[in-house]
């Protein structure tokens, strides 16, 4: 069956081969213990002759090169200096921050959104540990802090504001 889907040509024959190889480990067991075990015995010895088949072509490929970082890309999360003041900075962001800012768009959506309030606050509710989540993710991983300081800090000011417009009504 292996060499049925690798080979472009005479693939037939090798198919109708791999059908009779696994039809024989059905009815061989089945035909040498009767009933209910000898089922189970087929059902062993189908994934049993596929690992004794991979195991059999068994090839050691060689390692892939690492690939050369492009310049202009953000250094990974590990590359980064670390700092004292990045680190508190960072996970203030990720914390306190995120969350207010998460908050900001649960309070925004019960707010704006239409249908009746008990839906509304119940969603806003769902929305902001998943918000915050995202927010703290997004903020470890970015090599950038004052970008997502920016971000965060802007998406709590507008999310409030609009919810101040508004009003609960």
Known sequence: MRRAWRERTDKARWRA?????????LIWPAWLVDGARGLFFAATLIPLSAL?????????????TARKARDGLAP????RTPGLWRTILRWSLAGPVGM?????VG????????????????IGG???????????????ADSRILRATAVLIGTALVGFGAAMLRGFA
Request: proline share 6%; no cysteine.
């Open 126 to 140: 769902l929305i902001v540990p998943v918000a915050w989540g995202g927010a703290m993710a997004w903020t470890l």
């Open 52 to 64: 004794v088949l991979i195991a059999s072509g068994y090839t050691l490929r060689p390692a892939r």
């Open 17 to 25: 081969s791999g059908w009779a190889v696994i039809a024989a480990t």
């Open 76 to 79: 990974e999360p590990a590359e």
């Open 100 to 104: 207010i800012a998460a908050m900001a």
């Open 107 to 122: 309070i925004s959506y019960a707010v704006w959104a239409p249908g009746e309030a008990q839906t509304r606050l119940l």
